[in-house]
Structures are given as C-alpha cells and as structure tokens.
C-alpha cells in the first residue's frame, strides 16, 4: 500500500506516551489560519526553497526549461505556476536551499523504519502516531500502517480533526489505541471563519468516539485573538463534560515555529503578525478545566 507523507519523526515524545515515531502524512481538509505545517494541505510534494541555504550559485536556473527560476534583487525566485515538479533544480543544488517536501512511500518501508526503534517503544510504553496534515484522508495507507503495527505489538495512536465520516471512524477502531482529536471552538461560525469548515460533523463525531469508551484525548490550541478568552474555552468545556465516559482534555499553547514553512513554500500566512500569547495566559486557562473537573493529564 503506498501513500504521501512529508517525513517521519523518530524519538518524538509529545504526541503520545512514551517515546515514539511520529508519521506525518500529507492531506487536509481544514485550513487553520494559525497552522503550523502548511506542507501538509496538498497531498502533492511541494518545492521548497530556505533562502538562508542558498548559495547564490544560481546553477539551477540553467536547468529548468521553463523560466521557473528567476533572479530578483540577486536572489532566487521562483513562479510557482510554471513549476511542473520535474525535479532537475532540486538535483543540481548542491547547498540544499531547493529541495521537495513530500514524497510517496510504501507501508512496507515505514514499518521496515520504525522496527529499528522497536526496544524504544516497548521500554518506554511508546508506539507510533499518524498525524499530519489529516491521517484519516489516506484512509486505506492509514489502516494499513496501523494493522501492520498490531502485528508488531506496536501502541497506535491517531492525531485527526475528525472532519470524516462515521463509517471511516468505525474502520479505524479496532486499529487505534489512542485518538488525539483536535476541538478548536464550539462556535461553529468561527469555526468556519478561522479553519474554513463547519464543527457540526467533528461534535458528531466527537460523541460518537466517546461512546465507544476508547482512549481519547481532546485537544484545543489556544490561538491568540481567536480563542483565547475564558468564553470560548468555557464553552468547550461544557461541551466535554456531557460527553460519556468522560474524556481527557487539553489545551496547546500557540506558537510560530512553522511560520517559516509558508514562507519557504511561497504560501501566504495569515496570521504572520499574530502575537504569543500573554505570560500566564495558558496557565489561567486551563484553571477553567480544573474547575470543570476535566483532567488535562489523562491519556
């Protein structure tokens, strides 16, 4: 079974227990305007180009055909929508400023890499987790890791935003051992207006997954001036507490680390002049899930 992702993080320890191997597959469906792997959106390989690599040899614009490549102001630049993903600049920069992010892989040859940490996983409780981008969009690559895994004895867990459908859901459960769901507001306007698409079918789901009584973790990055005020974390929070079998929940604090990426991609970012949040902002916030009773370190 092959499939697209951008690359595969070894000896993660932030998405899951223990120590793990963190796949990230290329493909979502949301578009978070705070999102901080935007090389994940198409599920294409994208050329990237990181300035400060750049050696200023300019060798590979005598090898693109088609005037993709320009000099500006003595630097690279580059008309995306010529590009027809050929390669042969990517092959003659020796600095590696111009590379491409994505590539399509076999199942075979990710469980052939992340065996090599297997003593990893099994002393420290780890495992592997599929993230991205949205796992869930290569449903079939995505099942298939995670059986492979079981064969293993591997611990699985799914980092998704639940914009799917329940039949995918149900192909998923007996594969998973953990579910990480993203939860970003309960106003669905704002949702549609901050990621681009309704929160109706990811409460659905929400409720659903709950009633399953799997191992499941919610989640909320706190984004400053979207929803970051005690309102909108309050509002989550009452929604939780209705659910059965009582999830975990927990908020991420916002920061800009991948900013750089839409810029190395030739994307625009939305909120490139977005602050980080205040000092101790968090911490207040997530008092309101102490007062709701919800235990944020639970997994």
């Known amino acids: 079974m092959k499939g697209f992702i951008t690359n595969i993080q070894r000896m993660s320890i932030h998405d899951g227990p223990g120590i793990r191997s963190t796949i990230f597959l290329k493909g979502c469906n949301l578009r978070c305007k705070w999102c901080h792997n935007p090389e994940t959106w198409s599920m294409k390989p994208q050329l990237q180009y990181i300035e400060d690599k750049c050696i200023h040899c300019f060798s590979c614009i005598t090898v693109c055909e088609y005037e993709v490549l320009f000099i500006d102001s003595n630097r690279l630049s580059i008309h995306r929508e010529r590009c027809t993903d050929c390669g042969k600049c990517t092959e003659r920069c020796t600095s590696g400023a111009l590379s491409w992010i994505g590539k399509e892989v076999d199942s075979s040859d990710i469980i052939h890499e992340i065996l090599q940490d297997l003593i990893y996983y099994q002393k420290s409780g780890g495992g592997i987790t599929l993230s991205g981008g949205e796992p869930l969009q290569q449903k079939d690559f995505a099942l298939d890791i995670l059986q492979k895994c079981r064969e293993h004895r591997i611990h699985t867990a799914v980092e998704t935003n639940l914009l799917t459908d329940v039949n995918t859901l149900e192909a998923f459960l007996p594969w998973v051992d953990l579910w990480m769901c993203d939860f ?27 009633k399953q009584a799997v191992p499941l973790t919610i989640r909320t990055p706190v984004i400053p001036n979207v929803n970051d005020s005690e309102e909108a974390i309050e509002s989550i929070c009452r929604f939780i507490r209705q659910l059965p079998n009582q999830p975990a929940y927990e908020l991420l604090g916002f920061h800009s680390l991948g900013f750089v990426k839409f810029e190395n991609l030739g994307m625009k970012n939305p909120l490139s002049n977005s602050a980080f949040l205040k000092k101790g902002q968090l911490q207040k916030l997530k008092e309101i899930l102490i007062r709701y009773n919800l235990n944020n370190n639970k997994k």
């Open 184 to 210: 970003k507001m309960a106003d669905d306007t704002l949702h549609r207006k901050w990621t681009g698409h309704s929160n109706v079918p990811i409460i659905k789901n929400l409720e659903f997954l709950a």
